[in-house]
Nanobody
């Protein structure tokens, strides 16, 4: 079993920054994909940013240039640095990890609220 623990969410004013972290622990042999999704009530969960084991990254158009995803393979941790936050970034952010195998796991979600 794999556990994902997220941290770093909170309330911030527009233009501010937050850094999300997601640490994976448990029966981990090899992590392939790590990503962050977000969801607002009434809408589908959407991919925000992703990073592969080789370091390739992908971003939603709405966050390009403002968000940066990174990972520490030694710690099985993925980060999301969010700068220049906007009210429309308000959502519950979920960490997603896909192991080689494959097997996928989700974090419990962390609330990010950006006030105008």
């Amino acid at each position: 079993q794999v556990q994902l623990v997220e941290s770093g969410g909170g309330l911030v004013q527009a233009g501010g920054s937050l850094r999300l972290s997601c640490a994976a622990s448990g029966s981990i042999f090899s992590i392939n994909f790590m990503g962050w999704y977000r969801q607002v009530p009434g809408k589908l969960r959407e991919l925000v940013a992703a990073i592969t084991s080789g370091g390739s990254t992908n971003y939603a158009d709405s966050v390009k240039g403002r968000f940066t995803i990174s990972r520490d393979n030694a710690k099985n941790t993925v980060y999301l640095q969010m700068n220049s936050l906007k009210p429309e970034d308000t959502a519950v952010y979920y960490c997603n990890v896909i192991l080689v195998g494959p097997a996928a796991y989700w974090g419990q979600g962390t609330q990010v609220t950006v006030s105008s």
